[in-house]
């Protein structure tokens, strides 16, 4: 009955490809490049990662690597995997939810070919976008991770703000986690809403051109929409909650913090805001369970109508035509708590003020009394005379002191004496040109050498300053110490050092002509780097700073260290990453050694009713201070409302080690970093 069709067989052997048509075979070859790109990819990725843990170790501050990755890594995975959750559950509850029978109008018969387009694609689309915008919430989350560390470690600051009598630990610590929250669950219940929206339409839930409201929205896309509606809703409405406390933190044109306005007009008209809010997601509930769409959109008009007229409306007349013909009056009361507040979050509030008279007329003998206070004046200007210091001790071209000298104070022969003080710093700048390969610059040149220290009180009878500390080797009044400075300001990138024992040194320590060539020599003997003498270490490092004389130079050693990250604010601002430092960073010789001293901040903005100030401003002097033409600054610029001085880090110039002295140990942020990283602070007793 019906006719036979005799198919070709398959030939046995199929024709060769031609030559412009290679065939990718999996075979051992293709495994093979696999395994290498896996390999180099995660030899990258340990070149970052785990020479950072390397480094921490050695310094004994792993817990603070450990501590904030485990943090990033888990508010990651919490953001990405709730936003990715909510995205793919709403895309699938829409899918699974669609009308079995679509009722069809002209305008929307063309969605039956975009429905066929996108049906190959709906497993991927659903699984796709929902790993997107995970990874993109994950990402942002775990940016967070210095807040929600601070809020698990929080404290009481025990002073109330104002308005609300509230401890100001909340406004420091809780307002911001609370803020990030809301705003996070806006944008996931969002993305869930657009990605039903986008899911029903495409399927039939949502239908445009059909007669009736109740035939446009399928029942299921009533009820998944409708709740989704709500509860942003109810997150609009936290977000106005929340905007009651952020006023106190806001800054008016003359004084920070909430005024007469903002208080009368501002505060009633964000909690009416909330209210209406939730009204208005009960609305969308309601709808949800029964009913149309018309109740929710009038609400919606309602909220939009009360966001302009009480919110923007109201306090715009209060402003104009109550406050600002009578500003003085109503004004008076917030200027005073803005007073009041600043001087609590800038520990100022204990200071005294008293009346001076002055005295115009001289009389005999009146500078005998200030004898011991005159003798001690400052001849020294530290900005000028680093041309000095470096014409009579820099020595070589290879040594260098910074361009603004530090100001100390020394007991010498038993009496405290004004110094100007400076660090002989390697500068790999200064070495001759021709000697300016890797040997040298990382395995010779590894070091600085000595302090030099002048009277800033006094000089020489030819006006040059007089030096009490200098030359190579170091002789003068400080005694005995380690003068070798391998941690400096201006240190090499990554120096590689040590050698077995019985080895020849190679260091170069300081010049002298009396050695065989020229150079007095020396070994490393501290503990100041990760080991790079094993295989693995070698590979890791030479990835890291893209350099293979690490893995083929003879002076790579079993018994090498690598010293990197050797700029004493570098160092401090890994090991206590929430500290504002400042720019100035001054030696000291202490008890044998060379040490740096970096001051540091603990700071915020989230005070309520304090002043802003720039961060310049704050720690400006006259040895801090740099033009602002050149587009330098003296510290990183940040806008803040209170501050602290709350650590003295000390770095050991020789060894790198990190000490971390708890100066203002009654600092509620301090504290709440110090139960956060355990065990990295110091009391300021051991100084």
Known sequence: MFPSFNFPSRPNNPPARGPGLPTLRRGPLMWTVLVLVAVALILVAASRVWTEVLWFDQLDYLTVFT???????????????????????????????????????SSSQAMDRYREMFEPLRRVATIGAPVLVGLLAGASLQGQWQEVLLFLGRGPFGEVDPQF????????????????????????????????????????????????????????????????????????????????????????????????????????????????AVFVAALFAFTAVRGNWKLPALGVGLMVLSGIAIGWAYPVLIQNFVVTPNAQGKESPYIQRNIDATLVAYGLEDMEIKAYSAKTTAEAGALRGDADSTASIRLLDPTVVPATFRQLQQNKQYYDFTDVLAVDRYEIEGEKRDTVIAVRDIKLAGVDASSQTWVNQHTVYTHGYGAVAAYGNTTDTDGRPAFYEGEIPP?????????????????????????????????????????????????????????????????????????????????????????????????????????????????????????????????????????????????????????????????????????????????????????????????????????????????????
């Open 475 to 687: 002789t003068g009044e400080l005694g005995d110490y380690e003068p070798r400075v391998y941690f400096g300001q201006s240190s090499p990138e990554y120096s590689i050092v040590g050698a077995p024992e019985g080895t020849d040194p190679w260091e170069l320590d300081y010049p002298d002509d009396a050695a065989p060539q020229g150079q007095k020599n020396s070994t490393y003997a501290g503990d100041g780097g990760p080991n790079v003498g094993s295989g693995l270490n070698k590979v890791l490092y030479a990835l890291k700073f893209a350099s293979t004389n690490i893995l083929f130079s003879e002076r790579v050693t079993s018994e090498s260290q690598i010293l990197y990250d050797r700029d004493p604010k570098t160092r401090v601002h890994k090991v206590a990453p929430y500290l504002t430092l400042d720019e100035r960073v001054y030696p000291a010789v202490v008890d044998g050694r060379v040490v740096w001293v970096v001051d540091g901040y603990t700071t915020t903005n989230a005070y309520p009713y304090s002043a802003f100030l720039d961060m310049n401003e704050v720690t400006r002097d006259s040895l801090n201070t740099v033009p602002t033409a050149t587009g330098l600054l003296p510290i990183e610029s940040q806008t803040v409302n209170y501050v602290r001085n709350s650590v003295k880090a000390v770095v050991d110039a020789y060894d790198g080690s990190v000490t971390l002295y708890a100066w203002d140990s009654s600092d509620p942020l301090l504290n709440a970093w110090a139960g956060i990283y355990e065990n990295t602070l110091t009391p300021m007793s051991e100084i």
């Open 165 to 276: 009598s509230m401890d100001v630990s909340f406004f420091v610590f809780t307002l911001p986690i609370l803020r990030f929250v809301v705003s996070y669950l806006t944008a996931l219940l969002a993305v869930a809403l657009v990605g039903a929206v986008v899911m029903h339409y495409l399927y039939g839930g949502i239908r445009i051109g059909l007669p009736g409201p109740g035939e446009r929205v399928s029942r299921a896309a009533r009820a998944q929409l409708g709740v989704l509606a709500a509860l942003i809703c109810l997150a609009v409405a936290a977000s106005y909650w929340l905007d009651r406390y952020s006023m106190l933190l806001g800054e008016t044109e003359r004084f920070a913090g909430a005024g007469y306005t903002a208080i009368n007009a501002n505060l009633p008209a964000k909690t009416i805001l909330a209210i209406i």
């Open 67 to 105: 501590t904030q990755w485990i943090a990033r890594i888990i508010l990651f995975a919490i953001g990405a995997l709730v936003m990715g959750l909510a995205t793919w559950g709403s895309l699938t509850i829409a899918y699974r939810s669609r009308p079995v029978y679509v009722p069809t109008a």
